[in-house]
């Protein structure tokens, strides 16, 4: 079993719908959770940065951590055509020196 | 905004030649990371440092190598490329050490061995 699970998709909603984006992981250990939005071609880019269970805003998009459920997930409100890309999830432990682990990344397409 | 450069963007170029990829950062981050990624699939890590003079190997199999002489630069090298190397790498780089910092990429390097 893989410490991080992300459905790779590809999913596919009309424009406007609210999308929800998910992961769990195995390892208690982890602590820190991200959200990455890659655009293809580019690089990966910074999208949500959470530390505790609850919810984080910005703007469109909430970041949603449940530590006890080992869950997170990301909701994108009002979804547009230019929020069409591949969402990664990732994760590191509360141990200091160790990298992120990453989820395969979800592929998701808005449509006009 | 993160200020993290890599060169070439692209690189088309036949079997047998030494090829170095360049990733430079602007920040000061004392961790670096080279991810490698096919079209459509997951990053695998390759190699990463946290600091000057310190490297590991990641998570998949790399027959390449880095060095990090400097804080801001890390450069990947193929003594030998072939076809199998033909894939997109990607650099990154967060902050310091011990706080785990998220980190940030660089638009990448999409190679194809011929």
């Known amino acids: 079993q893989k410490e991080v699970e992300q459905d790779p998709g590809p999913l596919s909603v009309p424009e406007g719908a609210i999308v929800s984006l998910n992961c769990t992981y195995s390892n208690s250990a982890f602590q820190y959770f991200m959200w990455y939005r890659q655009y293809s071609r580019k690089g990966p880019e910074l999208l949500m940065y959470?530390?505790?269970?609850g919810n984080k805003e910005d703007g469109r998009f909430t970041a949603q951590v449940d530590k006890s459920s080992k869950y997170i997930s990301l909701f994108i409100r009002d979804s547009q055509p230019s929020d069409s890309a591949t969402y990664l999830c990732?994760?590191?432990?509360?141990?200091?020196?160790?990298?992120?682990?990453f989820g395969k990344g979800t592929r998701l397409s808005v449509i006009a | 905004e993160a200020d993290i450069y890599q060169t070439p963007r692209y690189l088309v170029i036949g079997t047998g030649k030494k090829i170095t990829l360049e990733c430079s950062q602007t920040m000061g981050h004392d961790k670096m990371y080279w991810y490698q990624q096919d079209p459509g699939m997951e990053l695998h890590l390759i190699h990463y440092?946290?600091?000057?003079?310190?490297?590991e190997k990641g998570d998949l199999s790399s027959e390449s190598t880095v060095s990090r002489i400097r804080t801001e630069h890390f450069p990947l090298t193929l003594e030998s490329a072939r076809p199998s190397h033909t894939s997109q790498y990607l650099c990154?780089?967060?902050?310091?050490?011990?706080?785990?910092?998220?980190?940030?990429f660089g638009d990448g390097t999409r190679l194809s061995i011929l």
């Open positions: 440092s946290y600091g000057v003079n310190s490297t």
């Open positions: 990154a780089s967060s902050g310091d050490r011990g706080r785990n910092q998220p980190q940030h």
């Open positions: 959470t530390y505790s269970s």
């Open positions: 990732a994760m590191i432990r509360n141990s200091g020196n160790t990298p992120l682990v």
